[in-house]
């Protein structure tokens, strides 16, 4: 997929009654972003599509780049969704919608979208956190408070809107239970469902929509992935479990990533990750994922504003490929410094420090092939994140550093 460059706009004729010059700025890299649940991360085969705001990341899994695509409508982006082929992009966004004596409809509509044509519509007064389509199209589940139900569209037979036709799921005593995600079986499990509640039940639907199978995880859990060979679950504190989608057996655990008070110098390696020895360490939870079975890449966004791509290739020895770490609330400050040294390498970096509400100040080079900290001692080399170079905690209360909001 490709876009224009960020910002760029139509040409016009220049003013002649004016001296001042007129300035271009462009978008060079996003530091952050706002996606908080599965239904803000899309990707396709070399592309992970995530959200800052307004703004669309285009995070390029083969090169690290980003590229972006800007809502002129300046309105906070909720969902997107990239096609498979990656031409497409569908976003939603905050207080878009316009209804008559309600601020929300409860309406489920079905649209064609390059005719611009609504094809069959029907009345959903559940609120709705997640919606999957089985692999062919005929069918899509939602999920939400006490809700599961699979949607089935009527042939098209006359002109007009024809009725959206919902079947609950026959879930008997887990009926009560707040359903979080769900995705789609494919390959051998095509016509199996998979749901997911808060408090850590994955559920297996077969084609009848009856409950086939269930596994209880320890952790909490709040999004799932799926493939051909792998149903991926994100959990709590860290935990990441790749299970089988025919059995829901599991067949690898993904390594932790860094706690929450990690001195970012002391990761030595790619895949290997150092922890302090104490009591008590808090890991981050995990809140968003993409798996790439074709390249066994699988990212994972956790709730303080990092993500990493993991190659899990060898389920015995997951590698971590690389990682992002970004401030986790408001950024207050940020201002531009410069570090003395004899290497003409360092002196010529762009370098600027940043303050923010979660207790925390960063240093950051925008220097992509420079990746050794001038902080870090000789022999240890940075090797978390290409443009931060060093945190600062400001609080031993490390809460702050996770955003604990939920997206629907």
């Not at 996003?30 to 592309?47: C, E, K, R, Y």
């Not at 316009?98 to 007064?125: F, M, P, R």
């Not at 992935?225 to 067949?251: H, M, R, W």
């Given at each position: 997929?490709?876009?224009?460059?960020?910002?760029?706009?139509?040409?016009?004729?220049?003013?002649?009654?004016?001296?001042?010059?007129?300035?271009?700025?462009?978008?060079?890299?996003?530091?952050?972003?706002?996606?908080?649940?599965?239904?803000?991360?899309?990707?396709?085969?070399?592309?992970?599509?995530?959200?800052?705001?307004?703004?669309?990341?285009?995070?390029?899994?083969?090169?690290?780049?980003?590229?972006?695509?800007?809502?002129?409508?300046?309105?906070?982006?909720?969902?997107?969704?990239?096609?498979?082929?990656?031409?497409?992009?569908?976003?939603?966004?905050?207080?878009?919608?316009?209804?008559?004596?309600?601020?929300?409809?409860?309406?489920?509509?079905?649209?064609?979208?390059?005719?611009k044509e609504k094809l069959t519509s029907n009345k959903c007064l559940c609120s709705i956190r997640r919606v999957a389509f089985v692999e062919d199209?005929?069918?899509?589940?939602?999920?939400?408070?006490?809700?599961?139900?699979?949607?089935?569209?009527?042939?098209?037979?006359?002109?007009?809107?024809?009725?959206?036709?919902?079947?609950?799921?026959?879930?008997?005593?887990?009926?009560?239970?707040?359903?979080?995600?769900?995705?789609?079986?494919?390959?051998?499990?095509?016509?199996?469902?998979?749901?997911?509640?808060?408090?850590?039940?994955?559920?297996?639907?077969?084609?009848?929509?009856?409950?086939?199978?269930?596994?209880?995880?320890?952790?909490?859990?709040?999004?799932?992935?799926?493939?051909?060979?792998?149903?991926?679950?994100?959990?709590?504190?860290?935990?990441?479990?790749?299970?089988?989608?025919?059995?829901?057996?599991?067949?690898?655990?993904?390594?932790?990533?860094?706690?929450?008070?990690?001195?970012?110098?002391?990761?030595?390696?790619?895949?290997?990750?150092?922890?302090?020895?104490?009591?008590?360490?808090?890991?981050?939870?995990?809140?968003?994922?993409?798996?790439?079975?074709?390249?066994?890449?699988?990212?994972?966004?956790?709730?303080?504003?990092?993500?990493?791509?993991?190659?899990?290739?060898?389920?015995?020895?997951?590698?971590?490929?690389?990682?992002?770490?970004?401030?986790?609330?408001?950024?207050?400050?940020?201002?531009?410094?410069?570090?003395?040294?004899?290497?003409?390498?360092?002196?010529?970096?762009?370098?600027?420090?940043?303050?923010?509400?979660?207790?925390?100040?960063?240093?950051?080079?925008?220097?992509?092939?420079?990746?050794?900290?001038?902080f870090a001692s000789s022999s240890v080399e940075n090797v978390s994140n290409g443009h931060l170079m060093k945190i600062i905690y400001l609080d031993?209360?490390?809460?702050?550093?996770?955003?604990?909001?939920?997206?629907?």
């Amino acid at each position: 997929m490709t876009s224009c460059s960020a910002l760029q706009r139509k040409q016009k004729q220049p003013n002649t009654s004016s001296s001042i010059p007129r300035l271009q700025v462009n978008l060079e890299h996003v530091f952050g972003f706002t996606s908080m649940s599965n239904s803000l991360i899309s990707q396709d085969h070399s592309t992970v599509a995530y959200a800052a705001g307004r703004t669309v990341i285009l995070f390029n899994k083969n090169t690290h780049k980003q590229d972006f695509i800007i809502s002129t409508a300046c309105k906070t982006i909720t969902s997107l969704s990239l096609s498979p082929d990656g031409r497409y992009l569908a976003t939603g966004e905050v207080d878009r919608l316009v209804s008559i004596g309600s601020a929300h409809d409860g309406n489920i509509y079905v649209w064609n979208w390059q005719n611009k044509e609504k094809l069959t519509s029907n009345k959903c007064l559940c609120s709705i956190r997640r919606v999957a389509f089985v692999e062919d199209g005929s069918c899509f589940v939602t999920v939400g408070n006490r809700h599961i139900k699979f949607w089935y569209s009527v042939a098209k037979l006359t002109s007009g809107i024809v009725p959206l036709r919902g079947h609950d799921a026959l879930l008997g005593e887990k009926k009560n239970n707040l359903f979080i995600d769900v995705v789609c079986g494919r390959s051998n499990c095509t016509g199996l469902t998979y749901v997911l509640t808060a408090n850590g039940l994955i559920c297996q639907f077969d084609e009848s929509r009856k409950l086939r199978a269930d596994k209880k995880l320890q952790e909490k859990t709040n999004c799932l992935a799926i493939s051909d060979s792998y149903l991926v679950v994100g959990c709590n504190k860290g935990v990441v479990c790749v299970l089988s989608p025919e059995t829901l057996e599991n067949i690898m655990s993904v390594p932790l990533p860094h706690c929450l008070d990690i001195d970012i110098n002391f990761i030595a390696s790619t895949d290997q990750m150092t922890y302090p020895q104490k009591p008590n360490i808090s890991f981050p939870n995990t809140i968003a994922i993409c798996l790439d079975e074709n390249k066994s890449l699988l990212t994972c966004f956790y709730n303080d504003h990092s993500f990493y791509t993991w190659n899990i290739r060898n389920g015995q020895l997951i590698e971590k490929r690389n990682c992002y770490m970004y401030h986790s609330a408001c950024v207050w400050g940020i201002e531009t410094y410069s570090v003395r040294s004899t290497s003409l390498a360092i002196s010529n970096r762009l370098k600027f420090i940043t303050c923010s509400a979660d207790n925390t100040v960063r240093f950051w080079s925008l220097n992509h092939n420079e990746t050794r900290s001038a902080f870090a001692s000789s022999s240890v080399e940075n090797v978390s994140n290409g443009h931060l170079m060093k945190i600062i905690y400001l609080d031993e209360d490390y809460s702050k550093l996770c955003d604990n909001q939920t997206t629907q």
